[in-house]
């Protein structure tokens, strides 16, 4: 199904399963595909799940000129409000993590719950000089990847995002050919997400009066600058919960679906394991 933006950003969504309604935001260099695992692991067995594909991702259309997180913000609220029609629990896995909580600041009214994977948020730990330092390889790194995709170089600068940011030494080499493929094939989206002056930066004043429950997960296998992003987030929240997913990544949704579908599924009904 196809929700028209009017500016040449149509989304492609997807909807799944029955029960309340759960929406899924993924991360950049992906679309809504890569939520595969996490459905086939029972996701929709609890839930009525909408997968969609951010702007300029999968079978969705880019607007002409640099987008921003704002836009994929405002896209996600479009989503909330005329395809799902109703407040819904949200999951965001990396920047769709980042989109998440940036909506929700702006518009709690249109959310049940949040559950957040790792977003780099790294703005929001720019005056911690530990969290500056620890952070230096990634920021090197990400810088890397944009100046391979200015120079045309796609494929090379996908396997750097892959290999040196995200994913961890040889992650490329395992993935199939074809997931290469679809992959570099997202590289000037990315550049663009990067070239937003605010893409890693939230109010967190303002994330401190969201009266919303936010689970935040990340994996036990994960870079621990993420952690460090994460620590400063649950300092704001008024409700939160943290959940480890042990041997996980930054993908937990395709890495380990059951650890990461009964985490999601505990914490949206709250039905928590017994201590």
Not at 80 to 91: D, N, S
Not at 117 to 139: F, K, Q, S, W, Y
Not at 201 to 224: N, Q, Y
Request: charged share 25%; aromatic share 6%; proline share 8%.
């Amino acid at each position: 199904m196809r929700l028209e933006r009017g500016d040449g950003g149509d989304l492609y969504w997807e909807g799944h399963g029955e029960g309340e309604p759960l929406v899924l935001v993924h991360g950049s260099w992906a679309d809504r595909t890569d939520w595969a695992p996490a459905l086939g692991a029972g996701l929709p067995e609890s839930f009525r799940v909408f997968a969609y594909d951010r702007r300029g991702h999968g079978r969705s259309g880019a607007a002409p000129g640099p987008g921003s997180r704002r836009q994929d913000e405002d896209d996600l609220g479009a989503v909330l409000e005329e395809v799902v029609k109703e407040p819904a629990h949200v999951v965001g896995n990396s920047f769709g993590g980042s989109v998440t909580l940036g909506l929700a600041v702006r518009r709690p009214e249109l959310f049940l719950s949040i559950s957040v994977h790792e977003p780099p948020l790294t703005g929001i730990v720019a005056d911690d000089p530990a969290a500056v330092e620890l952070l230096r390889p990634t920021v090197r790194g990400i810088a890397s990847v944009v100046e391979e995709i200015r120079e045309g170089e796609h494929e090379r600068a996908a396997r750097v995002f892959v290999d040196e940011v995200a994913l961890g030494p040889g992650t490329w080499e395992e993935m199939p050919q074809e997931d290469r493929r679809a992959v570099a094939a997202l590289a000037e989206t990315f550049a663009e997400e990067q070239a937003d002056p605010d893409w890693a930066a939230l109010d967190l004043d303002a994330l401190g009066r969201c009266p919303l429950p936010v689970m935040l997960t990340h994996g036990t296998g994960s870079p621990p600058w993420f952690t460090t992003v994460l620590d400063r987030l649950a300092e704001a929240l008024p409700d939160v919960r943290r959940v480890s997913i042990e041997g996980a990544g930054h993908v937990p949704h395709a890495t380990h679906p059951e650890k990461y579908v009964a985490a999601l599924t505990a914490f949206a009904t709250r039905r928590w394991p017994a201590a």
